[in-house]
């Protein structure tokens, strides 16, 4: 089966309104020069999200969120609801980041009730797994990509193709080392085996996974060109056009 490739870009706590503005209008021309095929998302901060769409508006760049709270309104100081997310012009939001898992305490039940509310607020949503270093060095990879993934349960039938996943290895995330392409491969053939057995298996055959971990030009040719890598969320490397188009093209000269 073959999966459009899908290239991320998450900007986490990063820019200035000008710089986002600036940046998002450079995806724009990278964008337009890029194989139409190649699906492309950022992901700015919160309030840098109004600014972004305005910017993208005339493009085909989707505009993502970092993140959701999991209810729909209420007394929850601070927080922001993806029907808010839906009412900006966001379409899909990013849950289970590693850095909200380990930084900020999110459990995988957080992480149920957001998907939950987030699709049915109707956003698309990009669930994020992956596996400390002692998870990996103690043999518990697969058992841990199996155990977030089980949030997917959630999922109804029909909104399966509003899912993707990234596996992102929180040994490689920010850290300048990158899976190789075969523990990538070897992952993420397990997490679609894994999503085969919640979620049936034309789901599983559909579905995008991204790779995300300190991909940059110089390797994402070898990781998108593995079978089951479908794109790549990016971080540093999302900051810069000049080193976010490199990725974009590799995808691109793969579709
Ligand atoms: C990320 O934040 O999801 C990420 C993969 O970051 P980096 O590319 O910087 O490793």
Not at 213 to 236: F, H, R, T, Y
Request: overall charge positive; hydrophobic content about 40%.
């Amino acid at each position: 089966m073959s999966r459009a490739k899908y290239i991320a870009g998450n900007w986490k706590m990063h820019l200035t309104k000008r710089r986002a503005s600036t940046l998002a209008r450079d995806m724009v021309a990278a964008a337009e020069n890029s194989n139409p095929a190649v699906k492309v998302a950022v992901f700015p901060t919160y309030v840098h999200l109004d600014h972004v769409r305005r910017n993208i508006r005339n493009s085909n760049i989707i505009l993502g969120a970092q993140n959701c709270y999991g209810k729909k309104e209420g007394a929850f100081t601070g927080e922001i609801s993806p029907y808010m997310l839906r009412d900006m012009g966001v379409k899909v939001v990013m849950i289970g980041h590693s850095e909200r898992r380990h930084i900020f305490g999110e459990t995988d039940a957080m992480i149920f009730e957001k998907v939950k509310i987030a699709l049915r607020a109707k956003l698309d949503v990009m669930l994020c797994v992956g596996e400390t270093i002692d998870e990996r060095k103690a043999g518990e990879t697969f058992k841990v990509l199996a155990r977030q993934l089980k949030v997917l349960k959630v999922v109804k039938p029909a909104q399966t193709s509003r899912i993707t996943v990234a596996y992102e290895p929180v040994w490689a995330i920010g850290t300048g080392e990158t899976a190789t392409p075969q523990i990538a491969q070897e992952a993420h053939a397990e997490c679609r085996r894994f999503v085969g057995e919640i979620l049936g298996d034309e789901a599983a055959q559909q579905m995008q996974i991204l790779y995300g971990g300190s991909m940059k030009g110089s390797n994402a040719d070898e990781l998108l060109s593995q079978p089951d890598v479908d794109g790549g969320l990016v971080g540093g490397a999302s900051l810069s056009k000049d080193d976010f188009s490199p990725i974009i093209n590799a995808a691109s000269a793969l579709s």
